[in-house]
């Protein structure tokens, strides 16, 4: 069974930074491309990141570019996003997802809350 | 960025009966591989999305045979055969075309 678990959410201050992780599991992570999806409170999604196999492929959102950058470890099975000069409109749950438009993709973790709040 | 808009964005449907949710993009989603990159996500309340149909057409496994996607170009269409009550939730189609991906503002079903 395919699972992706987030991580490293919580509440931080504008100008502050996080480091979320997602776990994956169940797949063969190193074969897929990954991206990082957030959705406000009460709002739609909005992709954010993308991180192609092997890193070779990185790819923002003009929302986050220079601030967010995404990774990758295909040792560990685990992507990360690290989050820096974090504003109030970041405020979301942040999710992510194996890919959009193949096989076996498009699985998305349950997500972690990430608030930034003075 | 191509912008990706849906209709309705509200849709009352009575148990039964069929549903058809449209989503039209800006720019065409025919990728040079030649492949067609629109995909459709359920969001039911409280929960995580889920995929439900990848490049037009292609229905996930374990997703009932009551929905179906269909389109080309610019103009897609996820319809739902018989409208059952798990099916309620937000509905959002999304490009995989073009750099940045793009969602559509959903579509909101519920039951009359």
């Known amino acids: 069974e395919v699972q992706l678990v987030e991580s490293g959410g919580g509440l931080a201050q504008p100008g502050g930074s996080l480091r979320l992780s997602c776990a994956a599991s169940g797949f063969s992570f190193s074969g897929y491309s990954m991206n990082w999806v957030r959705q406000a409170p009460g709002k739609g999604l909005e992709w954010i990141s993308h991180i192609s196999v092997s890193s070779n492929t990185i790819y923002y959102a003009d929302s986050v570019k220079g601030r967010f950058i995404i990774s990758r470890d295909d040792a560990k099975n685990s992507l990360r996003l690290q989050m820096d000069s974090l504003r109030d409109e970041d405020t979301a749950v942040y999710y992510c997802?194996?890919?959009?438009?193949?096989?076996?993709?498009?699985?998305w973790g349950q997500g972690t809350l990430v608030t930034v709040s003075s | 960025d191509v912008v990706m808009t849906q209709s309705p964005l509200s849709l009352p449907v009575t148990l039964g009966q069929p549903a058809s949710i449209s989503c039209r993009s800006s720019q065409s989603l025919v990728s040079s591989d030649g492949n067609t990159y629109l995909n459709w996500f359920q969001q039911r309340p409280g929960q995580s999305p889920r995929r439900l149909i990848y490049k037009v057409s292609n229905r996930d496994s374990g997703v009932p045979d009551r929905f179906s996607g269909s389109g080309s170009g610019t103009d897609f269409t996820l319809k739902i055969s018989r409208v059952e009550a798990e099916d309620v939730g937000v509905y959002y189609c999304m490009q995989g075309a073009h750099w940045p991906l793009t969602f559509g503002p959903g579509t909101k079903v519920d039951i009359k």
């Open positions: 997802v194996n890919g959009f438009s193949t096989v076996g993709a498009g699985n």
